[in-house]
């Protein structure tokens, strides 16, 4: 049985992603995706085809690049919800110019209020090195807050390395 909220949090290419999507399909509840990531080039391009490819007919695909409200709210307790990932969430919000504190209330506010378990993907920016230029430190300032808030709100939180599970949080 899947915890209210679970943050799974790791590095590009940590398999965070594919953890995620195991332990929803392992629920035994409807599996719902919600894909944050927009198509800025073909490296990402290619990268949603991976993720899309993983995934087989039973999932409930939606696009969700802003407003994750929408589709929570109408989720119900024979789902569970993947958001894949709030790293690309952020991205477009900061590429939009959104006010970012409104945002992110907003999504924690739809968290709480979703009836199905979530489980959220995220990206662990803060242990490389300090970024060369403001907005790159900027960017990784708000998502080290976007991290520490999504943590806070979670039963479970955990950290994917080489594709293995590191409980911070709760219990698997």
Same mark, same amino acid.
């Given at each position: 049985?899947?915890?209210?909220? @679970?943050?799974?949090? $790791? ?20 599996? =719902?995706? +919600?894909? @944050? ?10 990268? &949603? !085809? &991976? ?11 939606? #696009? ?14 024979? #789902?569970? =919800?993947?958001?894949?990932? *709030?790293? %690309?969430? +952020? @991205?477009?919000?900061? %590429?939009?110019?959104?006010? +970012?504190? /409104?945002? /992110? *209330?907003?999504?924690? /506010? ?8 979530? =489980?959220? =993907?995220?990206?662990?920016?803060? !242990? $490389?090195? &300090?970024? *060369? ?7 990784? #300032?708000? !998502? ?14 955990? /950290?994917? &390395?080489? $594709? ?5 949080? $709760?219990?698997?």
């Amino acid at each position: 049985m899947l915890p209210s909220m @679970t943050f799974v949090l $790791g590095g590009a290419a940590s398999g965070k992603s594919a953890f995620a999507e195991n332990a929803i399909v392992n629920s035994g509840l409807i599996p =719902v995706y +919600l894909a @944050t990531a927009r198509i800025w080039d073909a490296e990402i391009k290619d990268r &949603v !085809q &991976v993720h899309r490819d993983r995934r087989d007919a039973a999932w409930i695909n939606f #696009e969700a690049t802003h407003d994750l409200a929408h589709v929570l709210c109408e989720r119900d307790a024979s #789902e569970a =919800v993947l958001i894949d990932c *709030a790293t %690309m969430w +952020l @991205t477009n919000h900061v %590429m939009d110019g959104n006010d +970012l504190a /409104q945002a /992110q *209330a907003a999504l924690m /506010q739809a968290l709480d209020d979703c009836a199905a378990p979530v =489980v959220i =993907v995220s990206n662990e920016l803060g !242990q $490389g090195i &300090v970024p *060369a230029d403001a907005d790159t430190r900027a960017f990784r #300032e708000a !998502q080290g807050r976007l991290n520490i808030a999504l943590a806070a709100r979670a039963d479970t939180a955990i /950290q994917v &390395v080489a $594709g293995l599970p590191n409980v911070l949080k $709760g219990s698997l």
